[in-house]
């Protein structure tokens, strides 16, 4: 059968896939529906050869498929398939794209949360084959699983007598409830029973281990004799949890680490950012160190939050108590693979993070970047203009700190064309306009921005 007779040239979409006729043609348009050439054809390109012993075949013909799609659309022309083609292709076979976060929200949970340092990359990359991670190559014998990354989490953090690293945040707390306190008493302040997000409330966690909670005090003001009046044979722990993602803020009361530690039970403080020592910048956020050296017995924190690490839960203290939760049956469940661990150890013992650049960058020379990109991108016609902006800490935490950042400003239809276009960059819209906050965008990106923001098609000078 020859299939130039029976398909607008591309041999292999079925009719489901086709878009349906609009209607008589115009005399004297040529059907450039027809000149669209088959997958087959297109798949022959050297350059689609080579990405599809890469990528897989699969992704390869999703690719084509997609630009068939566009030369029918009437976008590219059908001559442009396998460059535009080759231009769809993904960078690598993950179905995760990476893209330019420039929403000024450093923490962004949707984008995955911190941003890995070059040298926790490498880490990852090294470990993807095989590792020593439960073995000692010296002896030959087994050896404690990411032991390294955990020696290098006690070295930060000098009252911690031991450490123990579980999947996140929150499997670290379910780990401690259910080794802890399975069938007994966790007392809790009611300022601090938190929904950490997407509807995930902290109460319903710590309950489905099997421990009971034992509210004391109000919303707004509970204090040390409220919690030693709940104390009793039932209580396995206090818990005090940071309020990460809100401020109750007036007629305020809290009962702090030093206090509790004097009731004579472990008391368990979930502080969520990371942090492992105080934040010059972020005097309100609690940290390892400064808990535990009052008194705290363990403390539980996320790591790609303001640690700036990979996804994981650490869990911080006293020797025997870490031990009893990292020898708890469900500690192998949330146990964490090799790829975090050597992302963590890179994170704890080398430079600074990308979340900690983020943070600490001046105004003045986000301003200055702003009007460069401003300037360059006005020079080609794009009204592209340098603003001062605010950016925050995202990642549910910090609330109420604002970033004083600089941001490039474009008209409003950037937004979508940016988060679609061949490298992704994700803004925010504020008033009309398309913020780029370049507080998020580490410096080396800059050319990449710029690049793509010159990709988004459009009139090459605005009204
Ligand atoms: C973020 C957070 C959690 C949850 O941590 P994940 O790593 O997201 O699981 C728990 N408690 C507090 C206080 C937090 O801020």
Redesign the pocket.
Known sequence: MDQRLTTDGSADQTDATRPAPTGPREPGVPDVRRRIPRTDAVLGDPRLLEAAHRLGSGTVKAAVRQAQERARAGAVAPEEVADTAVALLPRTAGGLRSVVNATGVVLHTNLGRASLSAAARQAVQEAAGPTDVELDLRTGVRARRGRTALAALCARVPSAAAAHVVN??????VLVATALAAGKEIVIGRGEM?E??DGFR?PDLLVSTGARLREVGTTNRTSAADYAAAIGPETAFVLK?????FRITGFTRAADAGELAALGVPVVV????GLLAPHPLLPDEPDAETRLRAGASLV?A????LLGGP???LLLGEEELVRTVSRHPLARALRVDKLTLAALEATLTGPDTPTAVALAADQAGLVRRAERLARALGADGIDARAVESAASVG???APGVTLPSAALSLPERYAAALRTGPVPVVGRLEAGRCLLDLRTVPREDDERLAGAVRSVPGPAAEG
Do not use: E, Y
Request: with cysteine; charged share 10%.
């Open positions: 996140n945040g929150a499997a670290a707390l938190v950490i997000g902290l949890v940071h309020p990460a993602n979930d502080i969520g950012s539980t996320s790591g790609d939050k996804q994981c839960g990642g549910g935490g």
